[in-house]
């Protein structure tokens, strides 16, 4: 007890020289200043893109004459830093809405699946304009498309070319104006873009020891 | 001159003691603020990224967010700091520097958690409006560093992460700068305002203390002047008072002096007509015939009437002797009236200050006597009517003093009065709060109202002959004896009633209360 109050009152009445004070503060700045770049590296390292097809699968082409262009995006139900993806997502298709068809595949659990309608990041997908979205379990879907990454955007183009491979935010959770959105938009423009490749910023969809394969035609299309 | 301007050194002084004072109070408070914001806001931050990203999810395992991790970890080492150095070290410049800094960096990691959202920019301008309360344009300085810096540094590797684009321009931190400098600008002119107030403040205060210190000094000095001014009056009081007494017995032992130099030039003339002479004369001739005394007696003209002679002169001598012996037991009266004016006198005429234990009565009984020959010449009727009281202690000299002047007092009273029926009773009595009283009444000419109030004043009188130190000073010997002295008057020509009352301090064998009277015309 005597132990306690001594060094309770040792704490107080330090009174550190003034180099040690300076030393004390520079230490504090560099421990923040480390903190925060682990935090940026944290968030601005991609996630993997892996090798989606150049054609879509056959499954989800609608070889009608009238077929739009496909946007889709892989999006792992828990994965919060996709919320910015969806955003983004959102402003795409709402500017699009006659000439785009959207599809959002949320990858869930097959274990966990019941109540997901009560997610969060569901209530956002499902308020995506226009957009399709689906429940896939164990990524199934994304496992087909052979993408990786929470927040992956594949756009195929109405004869079912892969247009677009990435993501569409610049890091993990950060929207706002970045490259991937913006070939996005010039490529439904009709235009060519220069980068049609970007990286993912998101959470795995897949375990490390369960990596996607393609196993089965595409469904259909709504 | 020279007073003047240390005096105003002084203020000067004091007002720059007072300011840092106050000061110093802002810091310390303002501080302590922070030591209880800071971790509220931390704690607000660990909730916020608890409920964005709790988790981050490698296919269907899940570990803690970094964001989390981050708010939790790095929020605190960014608050631990200032907070220990607000609790240990307050009011110190470089507590309120790192304060600065750790609130604005703070500023960095909520924007960088909320995803660079313009909304959380506003945690810096709400930040700074807090160290505005320290009133200290020097806070403002490492706070717009780091804010400048974090947007450089960031804008230039990350955009996104603090300007939520990522084609910002490089140059956009100086937009944010900008309007952080914008704010500061304000903030500033608003501190420079308060410290400007402060300064005033403690230079108000400085004065009014100054001038409170001088006022104290006056009333100090003027009080040792007044208590002086009072002591010396209290002496000239006394004196005036002693003077009453030694006026009255002068005055009585010259009227029986009076009747004495009566009596001793009475028994001179007896003395001088007192036949001596001729009884020498005729023993002379009576000598001459010796040696034929009868032939003398019988045959010669003036031997003849010399028989006669003797027996007239014997008669003459016998009244003679009578009256002398008369005068001279006036004489002899006199002279003990004078003895006893003076015993009396003697009794009273040492110091005050010593208390003993007495009689009142007695002690009333004795005012009378001093005063007795004038009352009877005045034809002054005095009763007493004194209730049975216990020997008590008290300095007899004052009590002395203040009923002899209460007895002239009324004295001149009565005689300036109306009626011819001149009348002073003194009663003695005993109040049922254990105090003892003593009432001179007197059936004189009365006191006006408006005098009531300052009959006590010094130098008050409405006497031509007056001083106004008699009731002036019974009054502060009342107090002295631990009472006061009052006076009640219907008006003019209605007599006057003054009261004296003092605690009783010792009581001996109480008696019946039975009220003894007496009356001496």
Redesign the interface.
Known sequence: MFAADSLRSS??K??PSRAA?WC??AA??I??AV??K???D???TPGAVGSPPANCPSAFVHGSSDARPLLIMFV?S????SR?GLVELAGIAEANRETVDVCIYLRT?S?TSSGLETTSLWEQAAAVPGANLVSDPD?EVASRFQVQT?GHVLLYGAAGELLYSGGIT??R???????GRTAVLELLAGRRTAEPQHAVFG??????A?PATIESSCPAQK | MSNCTIRVTDEEMRAAELFREHQQTIYRRTDRIFAVLMPLQWLAGVATALW???????????RL???LI?AT??GG??TA?PVALA???PGRL?TRA?IA?GQM?MS??LI?LM??RIETHFHVFGSLAFLAFYRDWRVFVPATLVVALDHIV?GL??P??V?????ASPWRWLEHAGWVLFEDTFLLISCAQSVREMRDIARHRAQLEGTNQRIEAEVVARTAELRSAQEENLRMARRAGMADIATNVLHNVGNVLNSANVSASIISDKLHKSGTADLRRATSLWEQHLDDPGAYVTSDPRGKHLPRFFIELGRQMTANEENLQAEVAALSKSIGHIKEIVAVQQNYAGGSGFVEEVDLTELLDDAVQIDAASLARQKIEVSREYSELPRIRIDKQKFMQIVVNLLSNAKHAVVEGPTEERRITIRLSRPADGRVRVEVADNGIGIESKNLTRIFSQGFTTRKEGHGFGLHSAANLATELGGGLMVHSAGPGRGATFILEFVLKHQGHTHDKSVLSRTDA
Do not use: Q, Y
Request: proline residues 7%.
């Open positions: 704490f107080w330090f009174k004070g004390l503060v504090w700045l421990s923040v903190g925060l682990w935090l940026m944290f968030d601005m792992h828990n994965c919060p830093c910015a659990s274990r990524g929470s610049a890091s959770g950060h929207g706002g104006d970045n490259p959470c795995p969809l897949f375990d490390p369960s | 964005i990203s709790p988790l981050t999810w490698t296919g269907t395992t899940s967010h970094p964001h981050a970890l790095l080492l960014i700091f609790l240990c070290r470089g790192t800094t960096l960095a990691l960088h995803g660079g960031r590797f990350w996104e992460s300007f939520g684009v990522l084609t």
